[in-house]
């Protein structure tokens, strides 16, 4: 009965393939993946995870300019993480994202902003987050020590209507003088646009759920997770009808029915060998033959090549000094973010390629020296 099933199964399925085109399963199963990985780069950005958020950004960039997709209906969500990208790099004044060199990260996220505004509910977040990213266009650019680029991107913003009168004023006077802590600036800080970005993130993401191969991967991990818990339940009874059969065997009354429900449960056997283990029925067998003294002063010069090259391995790059300035950047992010809060740190500042242990470590030093 059993291989009649399959084969009536495997009858269904041909004959779904022929009543549906593949075409548009394929462009279902493509807009699914893109659903998947915007709310993955929505994750990465709200958890400040900066490498997983490049790692994943790539993968929708790739999934995203596949033809099966129809771009008319996902053109949101590609401006939507195009815009995540230049905020998250909003940091790093080297980084391109457009064809013109002095179009910095912030600038060109505030470009993709303006045409998001029908994306955004409430008419007051989208012009906060219009402000944030304006101030911060400005702002990183004092804070790295550039005033020169401060002054471009003001005259950018000037020549595309995208600065508010009164708002350019106060900045205007903020760059010739070099506040780089102007109340201003500390009001409207980078950490203020993420928070800014997050909730209008969550009230998207409610509104547009795009959660449908999220929700079938939920049900095959719930599903995974029932069956390896029966999968649990049948090895605990196994073991105690094996425990039973061994105490049958010293009764010699039930002896001879031993025998027969032993080799019932020899048949019955859930136990699974190695099959696709390579010679996994042979036995180990040692060889010994004697190695001539010139093989032997090889192999000794061989070993000890190799113990140099695991001592040149082992040879960490000696990191660079701490300077006053990335002292004074970790306690200006301490003083903003808290200590602990080492991520959001290091998206705030240029570290120079530090990483978030050896803020910490380097927090300790201050704190041990009563620096701060």
Known sequence: MEPLAIN???????ELDLSVSFQHVSSVATGWMVDFMFRTLCRHFKEAEFEEFNETLSVFEAISKSPALKEDEYS???????????????????VLFEEDRGVMPLMSAAKIWAKLEETVADEAVFKNITILVVVQSVAVCLEKGERSSASSA???????????????????????????????????????LLEAVQSYLEVYLE?????????????RVLSSQSVEGLKDKVTHVSSH???LDE?????????????????????LSTKITEVWK??????????????????????????????????????????????????????????????????RILMAYDFNGRTGVMLKDRW???VKADEV
């Open 8 to 14: 009536k199964s495997a009858t269904d399925a041909s």
């Open 76 to 94: 949101e969500k590609i401006l939507i993480c195009a815009f995540l990208a230049r905020v998250m790099h909003g940091k790093q004044l080297d």
């Open 154 to 192: 003001l005259k950018w913003f000037e020549n595309n209507d995208a600065l508010p009168q009164n708002l350019g004023v106060k900045l205007k006077t903020i760059v010739t003088q070099t506040e780089t802590y102007h109340p201003l600036l500390m009001s409207f800080s980078f950490n203020h």
């Open 207 to 219: 509104k547009n759920p795009s959660d449908d191969l999220l929700k079938e991967a939920t049900k």
């Open 241 to 243: 009808s094996e425990t």
């Open 247 to 267: 105490s049958m065997e010293d009764d010699p009354k039930t002896k001879e029915s031993t025998v027969c429900l032993r080799t019932k449960r020899k048949l």
């Open 278 to 343: 390579p010679e996994s029925g042979r036995k180990p067998c040692l060889s010994i033959r004697r190695i001539p003294e010139s093989e032997l002063s090889q192999l000794s010069q061989m070993s000890e090549k190799s113990m140099d090259s695991t001592d040149i391995q082992k040879k960490r790059k000696v990191p660079e000094k701490w300077t006053p300035q990335l002292d004074k950047y970790l306690k200006d992010g301490v003083k903003r973010h808290g200590p602990g809060k080492w991520s």
């Open 364 to 366: 300790r030093i201050l």
